[in-house]
């Protein structure tokens, strides 16, 4: 099961930074105007809110493979309306194509839970890290087919900027067919058939306090055997699915508006498509590569700290944006690389932290609610990206993003006196 999720989060990868390449490109191009820049990127992370909503229903009425295989197919649909509203220049046909593509992004995302699914609780971190992880050899090379994917398209008589969404066509796809066809049994339906039965765990719980009535002290007998069930019939005890949404979204917010404004601030400075492809390749590498690492890290050390130290590392690269000549394209990419190790600590430490609040085998409903939360900061992020930059420029959005990615740290050590 692993391995299928591997392969398909391999080639879906692929998929995934389309929109962040060209999106704003795109709208600066039909639409005219850098302060609507981010529109796409606010569309598409839209999409992904509600792809994030409906495939967590699914995954939790149906299961993991019929979820996430819909997702998929549901972003394959919008990145061809996106080369169709390239093609016949169409800003009504695009907008709507934007939203329905967003929901691959959501589905990529979502099956880092799926990773979790039959994990144990001490590897959940990195198991979820592992499926993240394989998103990248995709993600990676995405931004560097830009020029390939942009010459097939004008071969085919398409604007070159709509090659990429003709490569997220393809990924997508191919990510819906290998998930339908191979992930069996369902992981999700797997996780639930391993947990007990309402009625023994009640009877576990009962015996485990009769026994503790009885050898208060500890001791031996039945509170021996019986207290590992009580442990699990109940939620593990630790920071709860409000702080791990937050932990995410405060790192999601600043990381998608920079990220957004990057590739048109490249460009405003005289740079190519093909150094704006490196500089985003890096940035997502950055963004999943360190996964088991990140996983190890927030076994070993907790979730917590791995989420206060994203917030200091994103804050750090947020500044060194900042402060960046616009011209040099080695300190943004350094800057846009750290924010995407940044976002990885933030996500994979958020995630534990939901993961381990909630049931397991029965959560996915609040785990797609959870996405939905980082669509919306996401969009969030975008919308108000392209405003930022019209009315203070690049530095002025990036020290934004440092100070909102500051907001993690007091949050983190809050829910640390929590539990202390």
């Known amino acids: 099961m692993l391995a299928v999720l591997v392969a398909s989060q391999l080639v879906s990868g692929a998929g995934l930074t389309a929109g962040v390449v060209v999106g704003a490109l795109l709208a600066e191009q039909m639409l005219g105007s850098t302060g609507l820049a981010g529109i796409p990127t606010a569309l598409f992370t839209g999409g992904s809110m509600l792809g994030a909503l409906v495939v967590g229903r699914l995954c939790q009425r149906r299961g993991r493979r019929p979820g996430l295989g819909a997702g998929y197919a549901i972003g394959a649909l919008g990145s061809v309306g996106v080369v169709a509203a390239v093609a016949l220049d169409q800003v009504a046909l695009l907008l709507p194509s934007l939203l329905v593509y967003g929901a691959g992004t959501a589905?990529?995302?979502l099956a880092r839970y799926a990773g979790a699914d039959l994990a144990a609780p001490h590897r959940r971190a990195r198991a979820l890290s592992r499926v993240l992880l394989a998103a990248t050899l995709g993600a990676v090379a995405g931004p560097n087919l830009v020029p390939l994917t942009g010459d097939l398209a004008r071969a085919w008589g398409i604007p070159p900027l709509a090659g990429p969404f003709l490569l997220a066509a393809a990924g997508y796809t191919a990510a819906a067919?290998?998930?339908t066809a191979l992930l069996r049994p369902?992981?999700?339906?797997?996780?639930r058939a391993r947990l007990p039965a309402p009625d023994t765990v009640a009877v576990a719980v009962a015996d485990a306090d009769a026994d503790a009535d009885a050898h208060p002290g500890g001791g031996s007998g039945t509170g021996d055997?019986?207290?590992p069930a009580r442990?699990?019939?109940g939620r593990p005890?630790?920071?709860g699915v409000a702080t791990g949404l937050w932990i995410m979204l405060l790192g999601q917010l600043p990381k998608v508006a920079l990220m957004t404004m990057t590739p048109v601030h490249l460009a405003a400075n005289g740079h190519g498509t093909g150094t704006i492809g490196l500089v985003v390749s890096l940035h997502i590498a950055a963004m999943f590569l360190p996964s088991p690492l990140t996983g190890l890290l927030?076994?070993?050390l907790g979730a917590l700290p791995v989420a206060a130290a994203s917030g200091v590392l994103l804050c750090a690269a947020a500044l060194l944006a900042a402060a960046a000549p616009g011209g040099s394209v080695l300190l943004i990419a350094a800057a846009l690389t750290l924010a995407g190790i940044a976002w990885n600590l933030g996500?994979?430490?958020g995630t534990a932290v939901i993961t381990a609040a909630l049931p397991p085998g029965r959560g996915a409903n609040t785990q797609g609610l959870a996405d939905v939360g980082l669509a919306v900061a996401g969009s969030t992020g975008a919308l108000l990206s392209g405003p930022a930059v019209t009315a203070g420029g690049y530095a002025t959005l990036a020290l934004a993003c440092a100070l909102t990615a500051l907001l993690v740290t007091p949050l983190t050590l809050r829910a640390a006196r929590a539990r202390a």
């Not at 369902?186 to 996780?191: E, Q, R, S, Y």
């Open 107 to 109: 589905t990529n995302l």
């Open 177 to 179: 067919v290998l998930l």
């Open 186 to 191: 369902d992981p999700l339906h797997l996780a």
């Open 225 to 227: 055997t019986a207290a």
């Open 231 to 233: 442990k699990d019939a």
């Open 237 to 239: 005890r630790g920071p």
């Open 298 to 300: 927030t076994d070993r």
């Open 347 to 349: 996500l994979v430490s």
